[in-house]
């Protein structure tokens, strides 16, 4: 489940969605504010449990406390993704959500689009673990990524200089 703490967040998150989309992973999308709106948040998480939701995705900047809340109402694993537009434009989400005390993990990514595309990943690996079909899925994402690597070389080497 992705979480964001804002619905302005979602211009950055739903990278996280559209990757998850291209695996075949089921998601959905709450807004839900570690401190506009703290109960409903602890409720959505209480509620996702029962649901059977495996992995939380938490996208907030600023004071970016959301998933450290939702890491500490749950024990299922929780990815952090800062997002920028604070006053040090996501250097200050970055430490809110990495920065947390021994005893409440929270996987944190990258600040900005990358981290959701990440956290994505990262959710999708964690259940990976007992999905061969997905793994599969990872590994051909991987696959096509050196692939990409390797066109845009020759690309580069047949139109750049000799
Ligand atoms: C955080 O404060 C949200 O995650 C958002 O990134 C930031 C600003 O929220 P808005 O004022 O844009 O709603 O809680």
Request: glycine share 10%.
């Amino acid at each position: 489940m992705i979480l964001i703490g804002s619905a302005n967040d979602w211009v950055v998150m739903q990278e996280a969605g559209a990757e998850l989309d291209q695996l075949g992973v089921s998601w959905r999308v709450h807004v839900a504010s570690a401190h506009r709106s703290l109960t409903r948040t602890l409720d959505l998480v209480r509620r996702a449990e029962e649901d059977g939701v495996k992995v939380f995705i938490c996208g907030a900047g600023m004071a970016a406390h959301l998933a450290g809340v939702v890491a500490a109402a749950t024990v299922r694993p929780v990815v952090g993704v800062p997002l920028p537009g604070g006053v040090a434009d996501g250097l200050d989400a970055l430490l809110a959500t990495v920065q947390m005390p021994g005893g409440i993990p929270v996987a944190t990514v990258a600040v900005g689009k990358a981290g959701a595309r990440n956290a994505a990943l990262l959710a999708a690996e964690m259940l990976a673990v007992n999905d061969d079909s997905l793994a599969d899925r990872l590994r051909r994402v991987r696959a096509a990524q050196a692939a990409a690597v390797v066109a845009a070389d020759e690309a580069l080497a047949n139109g750049g200089r000799s």
